[in-house]
Nanobody, 127 residues
Framework: QVQLVESGGGLVQAGDSLRLSCAAS????????VGWFRQAPGKEREFVAA????????YYTESVKCRFTISRDNAKNTVYLQMNSLKPEDTAVYYC????????????????????WGQGTQVTVSS
């Protein structure tokens, strides 16, 4: 049973923008915290951005602050990652993730709190 499906990845040039989408079929999505992670070849999966269940708190890894924006549309059961001013070092497979209902903000930058994961979408940024 597919729970999270990412889309919007692709091949772009440095400086371009992309918007990733993640469609959720989780019944409790509107009360789940959501996050984006990425994994480059030969590297561990790393945190990119997170948004708590009510949208009141956002978190970003330092390297994407002021360039990436995480948002959600609970009416569409979708979370987005707007990525601007892309750099070659942003190249990776991007995964969206969601917690169970009413999860706190504790450790949302880690993988452990997330129950649901998508299959990933490739983002490649050429120089």
């Amino acid at each position: 049973q597919v729970q999270l499906v990412e889309s919007g990845g692709g091949l772009v040039q440095a400086g371009d923008s992309l918007r990733l989408s993640c469609a959720a079929s989780i019944r409790t999505f509107s009360s789940s915290a959501v996050g984006w992670f990425r994994q480059a070849p030969g590297k561990e999966r790393e945190f990119v951005a997170a948004l708590n269940w009510n949208g009141g708190s956002t978190y970003y890894t330092e390297s994407v602050k002021c360039r990436f924006t995480i948002s959600r549309d609970n009416a569409k059961n979708t979370v987005y990652l707007q990525m601007n001013s892309l750099k070659p070092e942003d190249t990776a497979v991007y995964y969206c993730a969601a917690t169970g209902p009413y999860y706190s903000t504790y450790q949302l930058t880690k993988t452990e709190p997330y129950t649901y994961w998508g299959q990933g979408t490739q983002v490649t940024v050429s120089s």
